[in-house]
């Protein structure tokens, strides 16, 4: 059974940054990436990468984060700089397969605080 288990609860100040990681069991997705959800507001996505290497960001992170996978591990992560107060949200790490099938991650909550 497919499982994507996500790294802890990060809380870290303005202008910090942070890692995350997603490792998936099953065989390689096609498409990894991750969505956030800040607090009463729509999930968007944040980052994607495709088995190949190619990588999509959303305009808000463009130039501060990076999206980047281990295919032997099965492994996707996030990495963004330069963190501001509006970053906060649940970041959720998402898996697409040959099948367009589509499996999530436990969660995060990312906090920058002030």
């Known amino acids: 059974q497919v499982q994507l288990v996500e790294s802890g609860v990060v809380l870290v100040q303005a202008g910090g940054s942070l890692r995350l990681s997603c490792s998936a069991s099953?065989?390689?997705?096609?498409?990894m990436g991750w969505y956030r959800q800040p607090q009463g507001k729509e999930r968007e996505l944040v980052a994607s990468?495709?088995?190949?290497?190619?990588?999509n960001y959303a305009d808000s992170v463009k130039g501060r984060c990076t999206i980047s996978r281990d295919n032997a591990k099965n492994t996707v992560y996030l990495k963004m700089n330069s963190l501001k107060p509006e970053d906060t949200a649940v970041y959720y790490c998402?898996?697409?397969?040959?099948?367009?099938?589509?499996?999530w991650g436990q969660g995060t909550q990312v906090t920058v605080s002030s």
């Open positions: 998402q898996a697409r397969n040959r099948f367009s099938l589509t499996f």
């Open positions: 099953g065989s390689i997705f096609s498409i």
């Open positions: 990468i495709t088995s190949g290497g190619s990588t």
